[in-house]
């Protein structure tokens, strides 16, 4: 099954490169976006298996929306900018954030970056699944025993 990917970029040639390096590399680009506010959106709407977003972009900038889209949504984010100054890449430390892309952007460093964000993001879940189950397990233990201290008690 090929992935769904959203782009949100608001230079359309550098959406319009990144659309074919993805498609000519199997993957499924489901909606494109030029700001912020339009990513939210879409990823609302396509619930994408990966998000690359621009930092920069018009009304709302890519990092406040790929927190917005990590917290409602849980969907993995690659970042992609021209910029690589440290407070920009410290900034991008969010949990939905898989990794980091500076301008310009070759198919030789796109593809391994989505691979890698892709398998990253498959075992960020399978671990929160995991961990759910745990919770459930001991919450379902705790009640057991308090049950058995009642019995006991009386």
């Given amino acids: 099954m090929k992935k769904r ?20 590399n199997g993957y499924e680009i489901v909606g494109e976006a030029g700001d912020g506010d339009r990513a939210i959106e879409l990823a609302f709407k396509l619930k994408p298996d990966l998000v690359l977003m621009d930092i920069e972009m018009p009304k709302l ?15 993995p984010v690659l970042l992609i900018t021209a910029y690589s100054q440290k407070e920009f890449v410290e900034k991008s430390k969010q949990d939905n954030i898989m990794g980091y892309l500076v301008k310009p952007v070759s198919e030789a460093s796109l593809i391994p970056a989505v691979m890698i964000a892709l398998q990253q993001a498959k075992r960020t879940q399978t671990l929160k699944q995991s961990l759910q189950l745990t919770h459930e397990k001991i919450q379902k233990r705790k009640m057991i025993e308090r049950a058995k201290g009642q019995l006991d008690g009386k």
């Fill in 5 to 24: 990917i959203l782009i949100a970029e608001d230079e359309p040639i550098i959406r319009l490169d990144l659309k074919m390096m993805l498609r000519n």
């Fill in 61 to 75: 900038n890519g990092l406040k929306a790929s927190e917005v889209i990590g917290r409602q949504l849980d969907i």
